[in-house]
């Protein structure tokens, strides 16, 4: 059974970080795309990042393009999305997946999903 949690969401303010990670089990992690989506009340699960098995390439939402960063460490089947410059309209549920291929946007093409973590961004 898949598993995935995230965690470091938490409250700050406009302009500051944080780190979000999503921890994978259940799976052969290194040979899986993964991605970072995020919804907010009343709205769709948007597409923000992803990354490729190996971590060698990466696909980011124009919104977030240069403020967030996706890296993985597959000895510790871990993604990362670092998020600086954070703005309010970041405010979501932050959301990890696991695709066979990184240049996927679409929810549709994720099959397994964790929890989520919030983030909210005061302003």
């Known amino acids: 059974q898949v598993r995935l949690v995230e965690s470091g969401g938490g409250l700050v303010q406009a302009g500051g970080s944080l780190r979000l990670s999503c921890v994978a089990s259940?799976?052969?992690?290194?040979?899986?795309?993964m991605g970072w989506f995020r919804q907010a009340p009343g709205k769709d699960r948007d597409f923000v990042a992803s990354?490729?098995?190996?971590?060698?390439?990466?696909n980011y939402a124009v919104s977030v393009k240069g403020r967030f960063t996706i890296s993985r460490d597959n000895a510790k089947n871990t993604v990362y999305l670092q998020m600086n410059s954070l703005k309010p309209e970041d405010t979501a549920v932050y959301y990890c997946?696991?695709?066979?291929?990184?240049?996927?946007?679409?929810?549709?093409?994720?099959?397994?999903w964790g929890q989520g973590t919030q983030v909210t961004v005061s302003s």
């Open positions: 997946g696991r695709s066979g291929s990184y240049w996927y946007t679409q929810p549709i093409n994720y099959d397994y």
């Open positions: 259940g799976l052969t992690f290194r040979t899986y795309a």
């Open positions: 990354i490729s098995s190996s971590g060698g390439s990466t």
